[in-house]
Each structure stands twice: as structure tokens, then as C-alpha cells.
């Protein structure tokens, strides 16, 4: 009985990653209606999506990231609140605060919590690097917990919960840069380019009209939570495992695994929650692609958007041009595949 009640479970769980690997190309295809390429970052953020991790978005203004995370967030049906970050912006801004209210049938006053834009299920933190730390850290309990506190009391937020980052190049003026604590709570941190000239001709053409494109619901808020639970029970290799735990470990200064030239180059590694979320994604990743179990190579392709932005590089990397894609190439290349070759 116990047998055949497993069986079950596993034909229930394959019907259910076949019909969101399908949802996943319709996805894509109702986004390239309004965003053109980015296919990669699409990707990425829906795997991030699935395995209930927050993206950081980093590029010049222009190249389309606001437009992007709103489109995505009208084709999963998912409530949407977007927060402008600006160099006065309070916590209270993002949490929500109390005020005083009056009962007009009896005249008697209390507090009441007016809640925040937080309380949404997908949160465009647009510009987030534009406004100070002490604010920037209003997102970290509910981007960890999944629950706000404010004055006193704890509110559990809606669930699913997806924050979404835009980010300026730390270059530009008026920017602060996010603290690592903020920094490591992010699953992925995606580059956006500029596009293509063919690309950017067809951007011109498609936004100087007057025409607008009425977009499709694809998936709603309980397929959402039914997959992300899926992720949990797909299974993984031990191998792959091991993968990605010996690529995390090879990326901290003075571990068994760093040769000369990590130790040289890397300032500061990546912890443990690096390896857990290349886990989780590569999980995504293989029922996105028809896999009901990840491979090597789904950590080889999510090793640069989850180690990105938790490495920091020596001096001495800076003064050779020796930047983080280039010393993941050599972890992956000159440790992990040589050794195991």
C-alpha cells in the first residue's frame, strides 16, 4: 500500500513538472511580445522564481528592468508593488506604519498598522542602491523569514514572495553599495547588456506607436506554490552535490580546495547558501528543460549568476583585470573538471 501510494506521488509530481516545463515556454513567449531578447536573464528569473530566491538586476538605466519585472508580474498573476527607492526613503516607506485612528461611533482612539508595499507577492525594489543601508535592511527579515515586524507585532507576509532589485552601477553618483549581509540574500545577481542593433531597431519600432499588447495570464498564485514545493522533492545526484559544494568551498581564500592563484585572487568567498542555491536552481533548471534531475552542467550555467555578487576580489585581482567571471572559469576548469578528469 505505502508502495503504491509513492508510485502515485511520483506519476502526480512528473504530470506536474511536464505542465509547468509547458507553462514555462509560454511564459517566454508572452514576454518576447514585450521585451526583446534578454532570453538568458528570463530564464534565470523564473528559475530563481520557482526555487523561492530574490534577483538582484544590475545594468544602466534604459535597458528595460522595470518594464521587464512588471510584465512578468501580469502574466503570473501575481499582486504587484513597486518601491522607488530614493536617498529619503524610510523603512517605514517599505514596511508600513501605525496611526492614530478615531472610532467616530464611539470616539475612542487607536493604533492601527497601515501596512506597506511589501505586503505584495512580487516587490520591484527599483534602484535599490540609490537609498542608504539603514533602509536597504528593511528587506532582509522578509526576504529571509517571510514576515515583517513593525511596532511591536509580526505580520506573516503572502506567500508566494518574490523581490526583484534594480541596481545602478556602483560607479554612478548617489549610490550606496548593498551590504554584504543584503547582498547574500539575493539567489542570483543577473547583468543586463545592451542589446543587439537588430534588437534595438525592433525596441524602437515597438515603442514609438500607440499600440498595446494585452497580455495573457499563464499561472496564478497556487501553481506558483505547488511548484516551488515540487523543487524540494526532485532528486539530485550525489555527485552533483558534491559539485557544487566543492565549487563553493574552492572559492574561499585558504580552503583545501583554492590553489595559488584563489589565493591570491579572492579577498572574501562565498557561504554556504551559495551551494544551497545552486542546488535548488539546478533543480529548476532540469524540469524547465524536460530533466527530472539535475546535471552537472546546470551548476556549470548558474555558477556565475550565484557567485557573482558574494566574491570579492583582492587588490591584486583588481590590479591584473582579474574579475569574478574570470576566476569561476578557473575554479570550474583548473580544479573541479581538471581533478575529476
Not at 8 to 34: C, G, M, P
Not at 176 to 186: G, H, I, M, S, T
Not at 309 to 316: G, K, M, Q, T
Request: aromatic share 6%; glycine share 4%; net charge negative.
Amino acid at each position: 500500500m505505502q508502495e503504491h501510494s509513492k508510485t502515485i506521488e511520483k506519476d502526480a509530481d512528473i504530470q506536474l513538472a511536464e505542465t509547468i516545463n509547458e507553462a514555462f515556454a509560454t511564459i517566454k513567449s508572452e514576454l518576447a511580445r514585450v521585451i526583446i531578447g534578454q532570453d538568458e536573464i528570463i530564464e534565470q528569473l523564473l528559475i530563481s522564481l520557482f526555487a523561492r530566491g530574490h534577483c538582484l538586476l544590475i545594468g544602466v538605466p534604459g535597458l528595460a528592468k522595470t518594464l521587464l519585472i512588471r510584465t512578468l508580474g501580469e502574466i503570473i498573476n501575481l499582486q504587484f508593488s513597486r518601491i522607488q527607492f530614493t536617498p529619503d526613503l524610510m523603512p517605514s516607506d517599505i514596511i508600513g506604519t501605525e496611526i492614530l485612528q478615531e472610532d467616530r461611533s464611539t470616539g475612542q482612539k487607536a493604533f492601527k498598522f497601515i501596512r506597506g508595499p511589501i505586503f505584495a507577492n512580487i516587490i520591484l525594489a527599483d534602484e535599490i542602491n540609490r537609498t542608504p543601508p539603514k533602509t536597504q535592511s528593511a528587506l532582509l527579515e522578509a526576504m529571509q523569514e517571510y514576515r515583517v515586524t513593525a511596532a511591536g507585532h509580526t505580520s506573516d507576509l503572502d506567500l508566494p514572495f518574490f523581490v526583484l532589485a534594480t541596481q545602478n552601477p556602483i560607479e554612478q553618483e548617489g549610490t550606496y553599495p548593498l551590504p554584504e549581509a543584503q547582498l547574500d540574500r539575493f539567489m542570483f545577481s543577473l547583468r543586463l547588456d545592451y542589446p543587439t542593433l537588430e534588437q534595438e531597431v525592433d525596441i524602437v519600432k515597438r515603442t514609438t506607436t500607440d499600440h498595446r499588447v494585452e497580455l495573457d495570464p499563464v499561472l496564478n498564485k497556487e501553481d506558483i506554490l505547488r511548484f516551488q514545493n515540487l523543487v524540494r522533492r526532485v532528486p539530485v545526484a550525489e555527485n552533483v552535490v558534491h559539485y557544487a559544494v566543492r565549487l563553493v568551498t574552492a572559492s574561499r581564500k585558504g580552503s583545501k580546495l583554492a590553489d595559488e592563484k584563489i589565493n591570491e585572487w579572492i579577498r572574501w568567498g562565498a557561504g554556504p547558501r551559495a551551494s544551497q542555491y545552486l542546488i535548488l536552481g539546478a533543480k529548476v533548471r532540469a524540469i524547465l528543460h524536460n530533466r527530472f534531475t539535475p546535471e552537472l552542467d546546470d551548476i556549470r550555467y548558474l555558477s556565475l549568476p550565484v557567485l557573482r555578487h558574494r566574491l570579492v576580489p583582492s587588490y591584486s585581482a583588481e590590479a591584473e583585470g582579474v574579475d569574478v567571471q574570470t576566476i569561476i572559469e578557473h575554479i570550474i576548469s583548473n580544479i573541479l573538471d581538471k581533478n575529476s578528469a
